[in-house]
């Protein structure tokens, strides 16, 4: 199983950003996706999840209103749209694959990629 993470990179404050995690080696459609993120010197957080469908997400109250979680089963890949950066969401972007809905226990990570927000 691969989940490859890209998109990151530096961003002034105020920009966007649109992570993509590409799945490869598991039946995608039977997954969950989320999104985690670990700043330097802190622990690693949850951002928010999908459902293996699509009609169902849940987005953190740190970034709700800022950013949204998409996939595309047919491209088995994920996606997190970050919108309204902050310095403070500088960290190492995590995605993960969850055969339960709902849990923060992924059954298997990505690599990460660094988003860099600048003030």
């Known amino acids: 199983v691969q989940l490859q993470a890209s998109g990151g990179g530096l961003v002034q404050a105020g920009g966007s950003l649109r992570l993509s995690c590409a799945a490869s080696g598991l039946a995608f459609r039977n997954y969950a996706m989320g999104w985690f993120r670990q700043a330097p010197g802190k622990e690693r957080e949850f951002v928010g999840h999908?459902?293996?469908?699509?009609?169902?997400?849940y987005i953190a109250s740190s970034v709700k209103g800022r950013f949204t979680i998409s996939r595309e089963n047919a491209k088995n890949t994920a996606y997190l749209q970050m919108n309204n950066l902050k310095p403070e969401d500088t960290a190492v972007y995590y995605c993960?694959?969850?055969?339960?809905?709902?849990?923060?226990?992924?059954?298997?990570w990505g690599q990460g990629t660094l988003v860099t927000v600048s003030s």
């Open positions: 999908i459902n293996w469908s699509g009609d169902s997400s």
């Open positions: 993960a694959a969850t055969k339960e809905y709902g849990s923060l226990v992924p059954d298997y």
